[in-house]
């Protein structure tokens, strides 16, 4: 039997679930909820059913796990853990230091329900938490550093997208590439937030609004750009769609550490990751932990789980006798 997947949500990132559920032969999309008319929305599938919001408690005991795909500015900390009351969850929470207050308000309604919660799951936060995890392990005795980018930012974009007076607009999150090259060095070099990392927002601004309020607005935005070298550039409609239609992504991390009785061996370790698109991407990740949600539930698991808290077997749609077979 199948494992029923609802979508909350059908942006980017929610088209991203529809279409990542048909490349799981244990998945099947029971439906998309919006607060859009359903009958407005236009799905990547024919087949795909598509509901109201309101109505999705009546469906509870047919989907065994939900998908939030809002945007973790203002949708998610409201959703999931009202989501979590009723259903299995996995959300794409992105405000770093926002996570640990999230994740104790999605833990408690979890609990309360005897559901298990997926929160922050994606590539970062997500894989690249994995990773940054795994090398310290290995590599106690060392630094990490996290490079995002040359890419749009979702949850950058939609933040920018909530200021009064702005269309549209795509935020690029770009290393710095003198600061990649020091730590690819070995030297584990000190580096701030803005040494690390430049922003760059293109912005379709309502006819009348203020440029400069809504530019300020965006300079100094918390957990977003308060910390970043941060250019605004001010295009059309027209502009933004020719130019940035797309949405690809990507980034490192790398851990650079010593080991040996006098620590004279260096061992670098980096992963990568390069996205044509970041929406289908992360969607993937969200899809392959609502299975582990799912099986951590069934095997009476509940309360509010990150990506830390995940076996790799719970992950994979083949048996754990396979695994050890073909990828051990």
């Known amino acids: 039997m199948k494992i029923k997947i609802g979508i909350a949500g ?11 559920i048909r490349q799981n032969p244990d998945l099947e999309l029971f439906g998309i909820f919006t607060r859009r008319n359903p009958e407005s929305v236009k799905t990547a599938f024919e087949s795909s059913k598509v509901y109201c919001v309101d109505d999705i408690l009546n469906f509870k005991d047919d989907i065994d796990v939900l998908i939030i795909c809002g945007g973790s500015a203002t949708d998610l900390p409201v959703q999931t853990p009202e989501f979590a009351k009723a259903f299995n969850v996995v959300d794409s929470f992105d405000t ?69 007076g702005v269309v549209d607009a795509r935020q690029y999150t770009i290393p710095v590439d003198e600061a990649l090259e020091a730590v690819r060095s070995g030297v584990n070099p000190e580096l ?25 607005e965006i300079k100094t935005m918390p957990n977003y ?10 295009i059309s409609a027209e502009e933004l769609a020719r130019d940035h239609s797309g949405i690809p992504h990507g980034g490192f991390v790398i851990r650079c550490g010593k080991t040996g009785a006098e620590s004279e061996n260096t061992h670098l370790i980096e992963y990568s990751l390069k996205l044509d698109s970041n929406p289908e991407f992360t969607a993937s990740v969200l899809v392959a932990y609502a299975r582990a949600a799912y099986r951590m539930n069934a095997d009476g698991m509940s309360g509010c789980k990150t990506v830390f808290d995940v076996a790799p077997v719970y992950l994979s749609h083949k048996s754990p006798e396979e695994l050890r077979a073909h990828s051990l």
């Open 96 to 164: 770093h230091a926002r996570i640990p207050e999230h994740f104790a308000n999605v833990d408690a309604s979890a609990k309360a329900s005897g559901k298990v919660a997926m929160i922050s799951v994606g590539w970062d936060p997500g894989m690249f938490s994995l990773n940054r995890l795994y090398a310290e392990a290995i590599l106690p005795d060392g630094k990490d550093y996290t490079f995002w980018g040359k890419g749009v930012s979702q949850g950058h974009s939609d933040a920018i997208r909530r200021i009064d």
């Open 225 to 234: 750009f308060a910390d970043y070298d941060t250019t605004v550039h001010f």
């Open 192 to 216: 701030s937030t803005r040494q690390k990392h430049t922003r760059e927002c293109f912005v379709v601004a309502e006819d009348g609004a203020d440029k400069a309020r809504i530019e300020h």
């Open 10 to 20: 059908y942006g980017n990132l929610g088209r991203g679930v529809e279409c990542a």
